[in-house]
């Protein structure tokens, strides 16, 4: 299994983090934005670890997964494939109390003497089941039953439930370390072998070929624009700017880091910020890059492809820059 990759929003905030005037009013909003997806993280990355256990020639294990389900996309933030069944596991990481209704079909949690509510995971869950059945018919996959758990990652949580429990659901409740004796134990109870290897490995192919990554506009939820952010080229030592250019490489004015690649970072910072469009004047605006042909070398070094006359030319950029 890979490493978990940070997500795009987790990366979107960092970098907007980084080109935010320490003075600015939105900047607290967005450090508690940026706080929150990095517990998100770390609790994915806690249950991953107990994920590796899982055999690889037995179950295929795919993270943070978002696909089409021909009416709307949905997120998963774990599928395991086996041949007797699809595990869905959705990852809470709340600190605090957590408590179950199964009754109204609600999750309060409970931390530093407030009550919050949440929409119940498991209803969460069960649609996303019906969702990923109408994406496996759209790609004529044989039916496979599906499972779910919910995982809650912070071991000092507490958990609590309430309410009649027809359905199981208590059980489905589960800690990181409970992942691979309860998934041993779902194997024994659905017996039969729905799809063989060739077609787990399809599937998985067919999933990560569909996935398609959130990217929201991170400027317009915080009520940004462009000209809120920092231009030049940032210090990827100090985080200061601007780095001050030399005949062949940048240098930090502030702590000596020399770099000879450090406006790649600028273009990064646009792509997740801005989009995946850019123009030479829009990136040596952003960038504060001086001459013409320095940008554009650098653009169609970065580029897949480019629409438009030498002038008004937009340059669509690579995926991972
Ligand atoms: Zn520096």
């Known amino acids: 299994m890979e490493k978990r990759m940070e997500t795009t929003q987790h990366k979107q905030l960092a970098s907007l983090l ?34 590796q256990y899982l055999h690889s020639e037995e179950y295929h294990v795919i993270q943070d997964i978002r696909l089409f389900d021909g009416i709307q996309h949905f997120q998963i933030d774990c599928l395991v494939l086996t041949p007797f069944f699809l595990l869905i596991i959705e990852v809470k990481n709340f600190r605090g109390k957590l408590i179950f209704d199964f009754e109204h079909h609600q999750l309060f949690r409970i931390f530093e003497g407030k009550k919050e509510t949440f929409p119940d995971p498991f209803l969460q869950v069960e649609h996303q089941s019906y969702q990923l059945k109408m994406w496996l018919d759209q790609f004529n996959f044989p039916e496979i039953p599906t499972h779910s758990f919910v995982v809650v990652t912070n071991p000092k949580t507490v958990i609590k439930t309430y309410g009649p429990d027809p359905e199981g659901r208590r059980k489905r409740i589960i800690r990181p370390k409970q992942i691979l004796s309860s998934v041993t134990s779902l194997t024994s109870i659905f017996n039969r072998e729905y799809w063989d290897f060739p077609q787990i490995k399809t599937a998985a192919s067919r999933f990560e070929k569909e996935n398609t990554p959130y990217r929201g506009r991170i400027l317009e939820k915080f009520n940004l624009t462009i000209e809120d952010l920092v231009k030049g080229v940032q210090c990827q030592k100090c985080k200061r700017f601007p780095m001050e250019r030399r005949r062949d490489h940048r240098v930090c004015g502030w702590c000596g880091f020399k770099s000879k690649n450090a406006h790649l970072a600028a273009l990064r910072d646009f792509q997740l910020l801005v989009g995946n469009e850019i123009s030479n004047v829009e990136f040596r605006e952003f960038a504060e890059i001086k001459t013409e042909y320095t940008a554009r070398r650098i653009l169609l070094e970065n580029s897949q492809s480019f629409s438009g006359r030498t002038k008004d030319r937009k340059y669509k950029l690579k995926p991972d820059i």
């Open 18 to 51: 980084g080109r935010l005037p320490l003075v600015h009013s939105k900047r607290s909003d967005v450090q508690e934005q940026y706080a929150i997806r990095s517990a998100g993280h770390f609790g994915e990355t806690t249950t991953d670890h107990f994920l």
